[in-house]
C-alpha cells in the first residue's frame, strides 16, 4: 500500500517548456487535490477533482490545467512554464476529513 | 489576504516541556480545523483536528483547543519530544464534499535536548 505517490521528484525546466505532474493513489479516494508550496507561505489549492472526470479550480488555478481520466490518477499540467511557478507542488486524496499527501515535487523553472 | 495566519515562523522548546503553537483565521465560515505536520522533503501529515461544534479535541499528546469568538486555535503539545520538531501547518475549511483546505504559513518547532 503505498498511499499517494508523485512522479517526478524533481524537474528543471525552461520558460516555455510543457510538463506534466502525475499523482496516483491506491487508496480507492474519491477526492484528489493539487496544492503548490512556496517559501514563508501555506499550501495554496490550485484544483481539486470529487471524482473520475471531474475537475475544478481551487484558489490558484492560473497557468495550470489538470485532468482525472482514472480514479486514482490526478494530473497536473503546466503549458507554457513560466518562473512564478517555481514551487513545490504535492498532490493529496481524501475519503472524508483527512487528507493524505504524497511526498511533493520540487521544480525550478529557468 | 491571509485568512489562516500563523505569527510565529519559529518556537524552540526544551524536551520534556509544553509546545504551544498558536493560529489565528479571519474567515467566520470555516467549521472544520486541521494540523499538520511536515519533515524536510516529505508531505505534510494529518496530526489532530476539531471541528467548531467542539472546544478542545485530544489525541494522546496531543491537544487542540479552539476558541470561535476569538477565532483562535491552539495546538498543544506535551511532553515535547524530540522527534516533535518538525513545521507544523494549521488548515481551515468549510462546508460539505470536497475539503479546500486554507493552510496558515506554518511554525518551525525545535526540540532541545
Known amino acids: 500500500n503505498a498511499g499517494v505517490t508523485q512522479t517526478p521528484k524533481f524537474r528543471v525546466l525552461k520558460t516555455g517548456q510543457s510538463m506534466t505532474l502525475l499523482c496516483a493513489q491506491d487508496?480507492?479516494?474519491?477526492?484528489m487535490y493539487w496544492y503548490r508550496q512556496d517559501p514563508g507561505m501555506g499550501l495554496r489549492l490550485i484544483h481539486y477533482?470529487?471524482?473520475?472526470?471531474?475537475?475544478a479550480k481551487g484558489e490558484v488555478p492560473d497557468g495550470y490545467n489538470v485532468s482525472r481520466l482514472k480514479k486514482q490518477n490526478f494530473l497536473l499540467g503546466l503549458e507554457s512554464a513560466a518562473p512564478s511557478q517555481t514551487s513545490v507542488y504535492f498532490c493529496?486524496?481524501?475519503?472524508?476529513?483527512?487528507?493524505?499527501f504524497g511526498p511533493g515535487t520540487r521544480l525550478t523553472v529557468l | 489576504d491571509q485568512q489562516v495566519k500563523q505569527n510565529s515562523p519559529s518556537l524552540s522548546v526544551q524536551e520534556g516541556r509544553i509546545s504551544i503553537l498558536n493560529c489565528d483565521y479571519t474567515?467566520?465560515?470555516?467549521?472544520?480545523f486541521l494540523w499538520y505536520k511536515k519533515y524536510p522533503a516529505e508531505g505534510p501529515t494529518f496530526l489532530i483536528s476539531?471541528?467548531?461544534?467542539?472546544d478542545k479535541n485530544e489525541d494522546g499528546r496531543f491537544t487542540v483547543f479552539l476558541n470561535k469568538s476569538a477565532k483562535h486555535l491552539s495546538l498543544h503539545i506535551v511532553p515535547s519530544q524530540p522527534g516533535d520538531s518538525a513545521v507544523y501547518f494549521c488548515?481551515?475549511?468549510?462546508?460539505?464534499?470536497?475539503?479546500?483546505?486554507?493552510f496558515g504559513q506554518g511554525t518551525r518547532l525545535t526540540i532541545n535536548p
Open positions: 493529496a486524496s481524501s475519503y472524508l476529513d483527512t487528507q493524505y
Open positions: 487508496m480507492n479516494h474519491e477526492y
Open positions: 477533482s470529487v471524482g473520475e472526470g471531474t475537475t
Open positions: 474567515n467566520s465560515m470555516f467549521d472544520y
Open positions: 476539531i471541528s467548531s461544534i467542539k
Open positions: 488548515a481551515a475549511s468549510y462546508g460539505q464534499g470536497a475539503q479546500k483546505l486554507v
